[in-house]
């Protein structure tokens, strides 16, 4: 059962500690959960993909948010790694193509939208549309103010059509990313993960928290709601966000479906095969 | 290092024992080393993808070809899960949408390639046009025929573009089969995996079996061999994919590539923030 609360009435990023670790003892507590978690995770994805071939039409959404080295691929690796990677739909959001453009900004994630049965993750997000927007001034004050009631607007849309939606900020500190910025420069193997930009983007960093300040709390809703998980301590957020998808397909608690043919008639065909 | 060879002249489909398991001692040393060869793939498939940040335009694909129930599913989730799931693409072939059949055979193949840095899984494929349509006669002979070079021309094509081709074959007994849609009726946790139409293309067992002859010896080349596994054993089965997929990344030995930007003026510049 995951300790975080959603984001809501006076959250104030500013207040949530990037070291802390609520719910957890310690490293090795967390480490083993998530061990021993990845089967009942695995199977309760494979229960809402039997569904989905009998008519259901459920499937789960997770969005990561986050500024850079926050740790959303190792999410993705440790935690999403352990369900079957057929149950499982991945899309890295970068910055648009032409084409993306010329729509308008949700186009391109309907298309990326989870099937039915399938777990869907995000890296990064619509959210983009209204954090680097805000922070580089991409679109007018006029436009990004629009996009909150735009964003909720299409999440409840999409929450009632089946998708649960659950939206994770991975939240670290500005020493833990240049420490972990500074590994990426003096790892020859780690080179290639290290983008000049990513220190442009780091000078903006009040920016950014005030972005997702106002972000969070505006688009943070009962049916879709944020959770903001301390980052800084990569175990501990890896913990989490297991808890969190475990806590959504628990609640969907899918069943084996039933067959819509003749059992006992197929069995006579099969053995006469 | 895997055991089998590629089909080459003189194969016959017949002559493949479905139970064999060659090159492998038993079924604890097949696990034991799936287990353990899991990190060394990861990680391959971790700096084909880096190198693919910095030009390079590798990928590889491994096409998926069986008859139903031989575990197609199976190696996806215990060889292909063992990857990084944001390294990996994987499409499942279905019956051809309306879309679809306006268009020839290979474009809808051509649309689910993997990009650089990526393992590509294909659970069936544009083989399904000269399989099932051999079969069931979707196409006419004379269509079929100029199939076998429209293939190996796209696959070659493919290979010099820089993709590496695996192509399997799960070869499972008829037994086997029977056994494996047995179970699938008599569990009601495994009722939505059946599907009346499995005991249809059963019953037509000898053709496939000769449709696969015919395509196997007609589209195993050199830059793109085809490999028939012996599947009654689902622990050998994975076993050997896992080994077919090594053998191919260890042969592309991709290496961390160098940074093209300044790392050191890059130091100076984090360290100031």
Redo the contacts between chains.
Sequence with gaps: MSALEPVGEGFVLADVDPKSTPGVADRADAEAQLEANHDELGSLQERLW?ES??GGTRSVLLVLQAMDTAGK?GI??HV??GV???G?T?H?FKAPTEEEKRHDFLWRVRRELPPPGIIGVF?RSHYEDVLIHRVRGFSTPEQIEERYGIITDFERELVASGTRVIKVMLHISKDEQ?AR??ER??R??K????N?GD?DE??LWPAYQQAYQIALTRTSTPQAPWFVVPADRKWYARWAVQSLLLDALRELNPQ????D?D?EA??K??AA?
């Design positions: 039997a071939k009998f691929g993705i690796r999403v790694g079957d990677p057929q499982v991945i890295a890296d240049k910025l500074t420069l003096e020859p193997d080179h290639w993960k290290y000049p220190v780091r000078m084996w479906p039933t067959a043919y059992v197929e069995k065909r099969l095969t």
